[in-house]
């Protein structure tokens, strides 16, 4: 699969608000459990968008739908990061909230208690084929998936791209949601998808095997590129029906997993974007994923002296 580099990315997919709560050890049942919380800016779509303009994208727009309540934070959060944010404002709907639950034991998980909110109303009526004016490659977060209107969206934005010849990229986002969408369903809403990323859960349940290898094989046949990302087991690069290339892992010290995958994903795609072949992408986006999960929250550090991107 050879693209010519350059050109913006776009990013279409969710801007939430993430309420991060971490604790040690399981929940107390009942009363309380000690926990330091904070409120930060997140969501697949945005942090994705984010971390490709940390990791040197120099053009990044992020499509997404926000509630009145909370536009102007994330609309500033963005351009701070340097995405061009295109956010909708919805006159109805309050911003999404998730509430990230972080055991800081030696993994750091976490267990995400999402109110999509606005973010489930982004339809094919936000959707303009002028959006990939000068865009040289298309990410669609698989959140939009789980909603009438953001399916829509996705087959409009998959048929625009087609047409202007943009390589589009999606990730699959929820092992929990998908499983509720269905596998048959979520392959026919894919179709003609050039790089799928999948979590190893994700990989697994599309397929029906156990094994991450076999699984990321096995969707190769159905995406032309797909790129498996197993968190400290590195990440898998698929072509064709078969494994071409295993990238090792960058050792962490995890504080918070969430938008680790987020993370990897905005690095592979600002690699692509400069040329880069796609074991070379994941190399990097291992990297960022192990920068990723050092942090609380799903966003870059900001940059020294970058300028905010006017909106």
């Given at each position: 699969m050879t693209v010519a580099p350059g050109g913006a990315l776009l990013v279409v997919g969710d801007v939430v608000t993430d309420v991060v709560a971490r604790h040690r050890g399981p929940l107390a049942a009942g009363t309380d459990t000690?926990?330091?919380?904070?409120r930060l800016p997140g969501g697949a779509g945005a942090n994705v968008a984010c971390w490709a303009a940390h990791e040197g994208c120099g053009d990044v727009r992020l499509l997404g739908r926000?509630?009145?309540?909370?536009?102007?934070?994330?609309?500033?959060?963005l351009a701070a990061c340097g995405v061009r944010p295109l956010l909708v404002v919805d006159a109805t709907a309050p911003t999404g909230t998730v509430i990230?639950?972080?055991?800081?034991?030696?993994?750091?998980?976490?267990?995400?208690?999402?109110?999509?909110?606005?973010?489930?109303?982004?339809?094919?009526d936000d959707w303009s084929d002028t959006l990939l004016d000068g865009?040289?490659?298309?990410?669609?977060?698989?959140?939009?998936?789980?909603?009438?209107?953001?399916?829509a969206l996705v087959s409009a934005a998959l048929a625009s791209a087609r047409a202007r010849g943009v390589q589009v990229s999606l990730d699959p986002a929820s092992a929990?949601?998908?499983?509720?969408?269905?596998?048959?369903?979520?392959?026919?809403?894919v179709e003609g998808v050039d790089v799928l990323l999948p979590s190893r859960d994700e990989a697994c349940l599309l397929t029906?095997?156990?094994?991450?290898?076999?699984?990321?094989?096995?969707?190769?046949?159905?995406?032309?590129?797909?790129?498996?990302?197993?968190?400290?087991?590195?990440?898998?690069?698929?072509?064709?029906?078969?494994?071409?290339?295993?990238?090792?892992?960058?050792?962490?010290?995890?504080?918070?997993?969430?938008?680790?995958?987020?993370a990897f994903t905005g690095a592979?795609?600002?690699?692509?974007?400069?040329?880069?072949?796609?074991?070379?992408?994941?190399?990097?986006g291992?990297?960022?994923?192990?920068?990723?999960?050092?942090?609380?929250?799903?966003?870059?550090?900001?940059?020294?002296?970058?300028?905010?991107?006017?909106?």
């Amino acid at each position: 699969m050879t693209v010519a580099p350059g050109g913006a990315l776009l990013v279409v997919g969710d801007v939430v608000t993430d309420v991060v709560a971490r604790h040690r050890g399981p929940l107390a049942a009942g009363t309380d459990t000690a926990a330091s919380v904070r409120r930060l800016p997140g969501g697949a779509g945005a942090n994705v968008a984010c971390w490709a303009a940390h990791e040197g994208c120099g053009d990044v727009r992020l499509l997404g739908r926000v509630g009145a309540d909370a536009s102007d934070w994330h609309e500033r959060e963005l351009a701070a990061c340097g995405v061009r944010p295109l956010l909708v404002v919805d006159a109805t709907a309050p911003t999404g909230t998730v509430i990230c639950l972080v055991d800081t034991g030696a993994a750091a998980e976490r267990t995400f208690l999402t109110d999509s909110g606005a973010s489930l109303r982004i339809g094919p009526d936000d959707w303009s084929d002028t959006l990939l004016d000068g865009v040289g490659r298309l990410h669609l977060s698989g959140y939009l998936l789980f909603s009438e209107p953001g399916r829509a969206l996705v087959s409009a934005a998959l048929a625009s791209a087609r047409a202007r010849g943009v390589q589009v990229s999606l990730d699959p986002a929820s092992a929990g949601f998908l499983a509720e969408l269905g596998v048959g369903r979520f392959l026919g809403l894919v179709e003609g998808v050039d790089v799928l990323l999948p979590s190893r859960d994700e990989a697994c349940l599309l397929t029906g095997l156990s094994d991450a290898a076999d699984a990321a094989a096995k969707l190769s046949r159905h995406v032309p590129l797909v790129v498996a990302k197993l968190g400290a087991d590195g990440a898998l690069v698929a072509r064709s029906g078969a494994v071409s290339a295993r990238v090792a892992a960058v050792a962490a010290a995890p504080r918070d997993s969430t938008g680790a995958g987020d993370a990897f994903t905005g690095a592979f795609l600002a690699a692509l974007l400069t040329g880069a072949e796609p074991e070379e992408a994941a190399a990097a986006g291992c990297r960022a994923g192990a920068r990723a999960v050092e942090r609380v929250g799903g966003r870059p550090p900001r940059a020294t002296g970058r300028r905010p991107v006017d909106g």
